[in-house]
């Protein structure tokens, strides 16, 4: 168990529709990533929060927006689903805002846009 | 384009023989690689990393090997157990840029360790 909750596990929805991806990181960690791993694909960085602030940003598309919230838990939106958005969707954390250390990973929110 | 590669979409080794895993980068900023292994419906796992002023880090029966010149580096398990089956993903950050902009990880190797 790596300390990271995401929620919901599995998630399923249809085109054109808007979720809602949600991430607490492990204790005292102030650093939350969003990453996208599709089919065949590695992980891809979509976006990093620090301590409410965001970070940096990586290839994350417009209709997608993450925030970090005072007590730094962190959620993704995905809005205008398009079938290509499905995906494993993982958050990570760590306790410094440089991405040279550890992450800590959560299990992933599996989203399926049919 | 992939700034860091696995060549090797999959692997299988003899239990109780070594595993390598290999993995390109084409980025010369990059000063920090590490090792994750992920199993089925689980989150990646931190398994080892090297900074680029070392050459080999050792721990345990896992140890990286970075070739700067060649931007090439390997995991080798020695001895491969059949618990060591999983994707293993290779990732590099920009340490001295303070690594702001998140870990770039290649598409992973899927090692199999046979009986």
């Known amino acids: 168990d790596s300390g990271v909750t995401q929620t919901p596990k599995h998630l399923i929805t249809a085109t054109g529709q808007r979720v809602t991806l949600r991430c607490s990181p492990r204790?005292?960690?102030?650093?939350v990533y969003w990453y996208q791993q599709s089919l065949d694909q590695g992980l891809q960085f979509l976006i990093q929060?620090?301590?409410?602030?965001?970070?940096a940003k990586g290839n994350i598309l417009e209709r997608f927006s993450a925030q970090q919230f005072p007590d730094l838990h962190s959620e993704l939106n995905l809005s205008s689903l398009e079938l290509g958005d499905s995906a494993l969707y993982f958050c990570?954390?760590?306790?410094?805002?440089?991405?040279?250390?550890?992450?800590?990973f959560g299990e992933g929110s599996r989203l399926t846009v049919l | 384009d992939q700034q860091v590669k696995q060549n090797s979409p999959s692997l299988s080794v003899q239990e109780g023989r070594i595993s390598i895993l290999n993995c390109d980068y084409t980025?010369?900023?990059?000063?920090?690689f590490l090792w994750y292994k992920k199993y089925p419906a689980e989150g990646p796992t931190f398994l080892i990393s090297?900074?680029?002023?070392?050459d080999k880090n050792e721990d345990g029966r896992f140890t990286v090997f970075l070739n700067k010149s060649a931007k090439h580096l390997s995991l080798h398990i020695v001895p491969s157990q059949p618990g060591d089956s999983a994707v293993y993903f290779c990732?590099?950050?920009?340490?001295?840029?303070?690594?702001?902009?998140?870990?770039?990880f290649g598409k992973g190797t899927h090692l199999i360790i046979q009986p």
């Open positions: 204790s005292g960690d102030l650093s």
């Open positions: 090297i900074s680029s002023i070392k």
């Open positions: 929060y620090y301590n409410g602030e965001e970070r």
């Open positions: 990732a590099a950050s920009e340490l001295s840029g303070g690594g702001a902009d998140g870990l770039t």
């Open positions: 990570a954390s760590s306790v410094s805002g440089g991405a040279f250390g550890e992450l800590f």
């Open positions: 980025n010369s900023m990059f000063d920090y």
